[in-house]
């Protein structure tokens, strides 16, 4: 077992990553909880368009998540390295890569918005007006489009935080950030002391305005303690990136980008197959998938301490330090979710009542609830192998082992299950989501074979 468990040194260094960043996201989702059950109050058709809505948008974060993550690999290996330089001009590349995207973005969504929400509003529901849910759909996208913008910077410059060891910052940024958007949630969607009652909007403008918060801490207090943030020195005096070290985190980082982005599609396709059995579907998805993220915040943030901690290793040439810590940081995230998937287990039965919707939804977002929490330590197994090998810059392994399989595997097989049997729609999700014991079997084999060990960075390339 001494394989698999660390010492007391190694849990100290593996906590100072894990508990900011999981305070963070937990604050972030637990708000989100909260904006959701709000929103829900409102009722059905209200909540049934933020979360089409929001599954739209989920695409785009995804995408800016790829985009600074392929630039993140080779910021933990210069950190790891002491090349500061090399750290500054992969956040001018995340930057660049983030505004574009922000435009492209904005773009789609104004032009085809209702198109693309109209493809969630197939399924026959007797509760439920698809006009209605559409309605509120857009409403709520239209206001969250400029809202994007700030979300892309907080990630280029909190990734590049964290890739140097500053973790408490993003955090403390975050939870301004929630309680001012939790603030704003409760007078603007039930029209509080004396603001407009707006509903679904209300939760758009709340989301808006605390993400401006969020965006002006992080960058403000970066620039103000550029001792502490060498990268930070000279940042915007040009945005020359060498053009080695853009091709590199191009080769390395499109493949990732790629790979986020058609596996929030495929996320985006699979809840279209899931939502033929009716818009009540998309409303207990929504319920179930809330108090989901929130429990997933543990795997997540064991992802990105593999991602950091591993990363930093392999940039200062500690090729077997990097494997075994490697090892013990997948044991201690497949065990933590274990135990999270309990108390999630526990927890499902009662989560469904806060929202005012029908008997049968809440039934239904019970039912899912308990699936995700029986797959849980399966889905920390996999994600952790996913940053293992991203890691170390295996991007092209990753695009076929994460959005691959999701395309190949996922899609197809919930697209016959919901289009061709009768088979109940909480067994058709458990099968779908189940079936990727297949990704743990392969994320295994090729974590054990270390075909993610390679340094990836050098003094020449800054």
Same mark, same amino acid.
């Given at each position: ?24 996201? @937990? ?10 059950? #709000?929103? +829900? ?5 209200? &909540? ?10 989920? *695409? ?7 985009? *600074? ?40 969504? =104004? ?11 197939? +399924? ?19 206001? #969250? ?14 990734? =590049? ?6 973790? &408490?910052?993003? #955090?403390?940024?975050?939870? *301004? ?5 939790? &603030? ?115 795997? #997540? ?15 200062? @040439? ?22 999270? @998937? ?52 295996? =991007? ?37 989501? @189940? ?28």
């Amino acid at each position: 077992m001494k394989k698999y468990i660390g010492d007391k040194r190694f849990y100290r260094m593996v906590l100072a990553v894990v508990v900011p960043i999981m305070i963070q996201n @937990g604050i972030t989702n637990f708000v989100s909880l909260l904006d959701n059950i #709000m929103v +829900g109050q409102v009722g059905t058709e209200q &909540m049934s368009g933020v979360a089409i809505a929001n599954q739209l948008i989920f *695409v785009f974060n995804l995408c800016i998540f790829g985009a *600074v993550s392929g630039a993140g690999i080779f910021g933990a290996q210069f950190y790891g390295s002491g090349d500061h330089e090399g750290v500054r001009d992969t956040l001018r590349f995340k930057l660049v890569i983030s505004v574009l995207l922000f435009l492209c973005a904005a773009l789609i969504f =104004t032009g085809a918005g209702e198109q693309l929400i109209r493809l969630y509003l197939s +399924g026959e529901s007797e509760s439920v007006d698809p006009e209605k849910t559409l309605a509120y759909g857009m409403a709520y996208l239209r206001i #969250m489009i400029p809202g994007l913008l700030p979300f892309a910077l907080v990630q280029s410059y909190a990734g =590049t935080l964290r890739e140097t060891g500053e973790t &408490m910052l993003p #955090m403390k940024a975050g939870i *301004v950030s929630v309680l001012v958007n939790l &603030m704003l949630n409760y007078l603007l969607i039930f029209g509080k002391f004396g603001c407009p009652k707006l509903g679904a909007e209300g939760a758009a403008v709340a989301t808006v305005t605390a993400r401006f918060v969020e965006v002006a801490i992080v960058i403000s207090w970066t620039h103000r303690h550029t001792k502490e943030n060498l990268f930070a020195h000279g940042l915007y005096r040009n945005f020359h990136i060498p053009v080695h070290l853009a091709g590199q985190i191009l080769r390395k980082g499109t493949p990732l980008m790629l790979n986020e982005t058609l596996w929030s599609l495929g996320m985006a396709a699979l809840m279209q197959c899931y939502s033929v059995r009716g818009l009540s579907v998309v409303a207990a998805m929504n319920i179930s998938s809330t108090i989901s993220n929130l429990f997933s915040i543990v795997f #997540m943030a064991m992802g990105n301490a593999v991602a950091i901690i591993v990363g930093q290793l392999l940039g200062a @040439g500690k090729m077997e330090e990097a494997k075994d810590t490697d090892v013990k940081l997948i044991f201690f995230s497949v065990v933590s979710c274990a135990v999270v @998937g309990v108390g999630m287990a526990v927890f499902a039965p009662f989560f469904p009542r806060l929202y005012n919707t029908e008997p049968a939804i809440r039934e239904m977002a019970r039912d899912f609830i308990w699936v995700a929490a029986i797959l849980m330590p399966m889905n920390a197994f996999v994600n952790a192998s996913y940053f293992t090998l991203r890691s170390g810059g295996k =991007t092209v392994i990753t695009f076929f082992f994460d959005c691959g399989y999701v395309w190949v595997v996922s899609i197809p097989l919930a697209y016959c299950l919901s289009r061709f049997t009768d088979l109940p729609i909480q067994p058709l999700y458990f099968i779908c989501q @189940g079936a990727d014991i297949l990704k743990c079997v392969v994320g295994y084999i090729l974590v054990k074979k270390g075909v993610w060990i390679e340094k990836l960075v050098d003094h020449s390339m800054a």
